[in-house]
């Protein structure tokens, strides 16, 4: 039997993240304030603690892990690799398929990865009070068990139809001591004013940031600051750890290098955090295909412009340059509640630009086919959202079997599904629909863009 499990020790944890800024053949835009200049980072001082903004900002290759973090972090981690060699039998192909288990957590995604080290980097700052937003209710999970082990107070604004979808994960949250409340929410001026004029809303995660960065900036006692689970650069840097544990896991399995790497992406963290060391790998010379996986109702990264906009529906972050479907985007209810955000970490959209990375779309109903098929051979069951990155799986395994190659599939097993057992009913039910978003809704979405700052796709055209 071939080894399908591949662990690693305590011991062989990095001790340090990888940071791509430091490599990125063109460097990234800067992000911009109200009028139109680049930001120092004391204007993001009201909203994230002084030591999370110097690792925003920062383009050191290298940052070292604090030992008090990796003391959290030996809960689950060093994460599984395993072999899906159950689906490579099922399937017949002679890919070999590798996943990096990041369902173990306890939370069950990848997302307390970066969630202790902000809870933890906020608590050495002086900081008492934590507030954030959750679609699908994984990252609010995430922060709330992190907030819990260094002792933070926790405040979460959820996504209306995920808050109704997702009861569980409220309650797993209550666990674990944090307030989650429904977004929009009558507590603040930017959640009141959507239920003015949408009382109906299903909420979006730029709704649900506006209101969580207003409870952190609002706070007379200046002891709240506001925490974000994806897009920004210290998100994604605390994510790679995912990329360089798989790698020498990779390296124990007797492989040289994966020929496609692949992650859904929503805010981009998961996708980042297993590719990035990989992205390095590629910008170094090596044939990598690297594929974030998104949903075609939500169509960032396929067809959204490269722009500067806003994080946020209130207009109240930095502009960032990045693809973006517009700060008003209401995404279609779609299950994968994570892969509905209008922007992408602008990291990870560089990197597009560069020509690094072949995004992808996927419909609803061939990720959960495919969730099915993977549930039916190796038995775990996977998240909505990395339902959409196994489909891409599935599609490169069977392409590999249609040309007789032996690839190497390393993909990204973000979270389980366990919570998230509604969208399977109703896929099984046949009440899931596809939903492509009309060339009309995108326009009408992106056209505040044209008031904005222009953001100059500038690439060094070796890709
Ligand atoms: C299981 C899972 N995977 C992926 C995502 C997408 O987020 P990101 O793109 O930041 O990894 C989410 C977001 O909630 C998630 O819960």
Known sequence: MEPIKIALNESDIPRQWYNLAADLPTPMLPPLGPDGNPIGPEMLAPVFPMNLIEQE????????????????????????????????????????????????????????????????????????????????????????????????????????????????????????????VASPSSETNAGRKVLEEMPDTPGSLGIAISEAIEQAVTDPSGKTRYSLGSV???????????????????????????????GCAGGGSNFAGLSFPFVADKINGADIKIVPVEPTACPTMTRAPFAYDFGDTACTTPLLAMHTLGHAFIPPPIHAGGLRYHGMAPLVCQAIVEGLLEPRAYHQLQSYEAAVTWSRS?????????????????????????????????????????????????????????YELPEEELQKYTKDLESLPKAEARKSGKW
């Open 57 to 180: 900002v920062s383009s050191e290759r290298w940052i070292d892990i604090p030992d008090e973090i990796l003391n959290l972090l030996y809960r689950w981690r060093p994460s599984p690799l395993r072999r899906a060699l159950y689906l490579e039998k099922r399937l017949e192909t002679p890919a070999r398929i590798y996943y990096k288990d990041e369902s173990v957590s306890p939370p069950g995604s990848h997302k307390p990865n970066t969630a202790v080290a902000q809870a933890w980097y906020n608590k050495q700052f002086g900081i008492e009070r934590l507030t954030t937003e959750t679609g699908a209710g994984q990252w609010g999970s995430a922060l709330a068990f992190a907030c819990q082990l260094v002792g933070l107070e926790c405040k979460v604004f959820m996504v209306r139809i995920s808050f109704d979808q997702k009861p569980f994960r409220q309650m797993m949250m209550s666990t674990w001591g944090a307030n989650c």
């Open 232 to 262: 920004l650069n210290h998100v994604l840097l605390h994510q790679t750890i995912i990329g360089l544990e798989a790698k020498k896991q990779l390296e124990i399995a007797g492989e040289k290098q994966p020929d496609v790497v692949i």
């Open 378 to 434: 190796e038995g775990f069951i996977p998240a909505p959202e990395t339902s959409q990155a196994l489909a891409a799986v599935i599609d490169e395994a069977t392409k590999a079997k249609e040309e007789g190659k032996e690839k190497v599939i390393l993909v990204n097993y973000s979270g389980h599904g366990l919570m998230d057992l509604t969208g399977y009913d109703a896929y099984f039910s046949g009440k899931l629909t596809d």
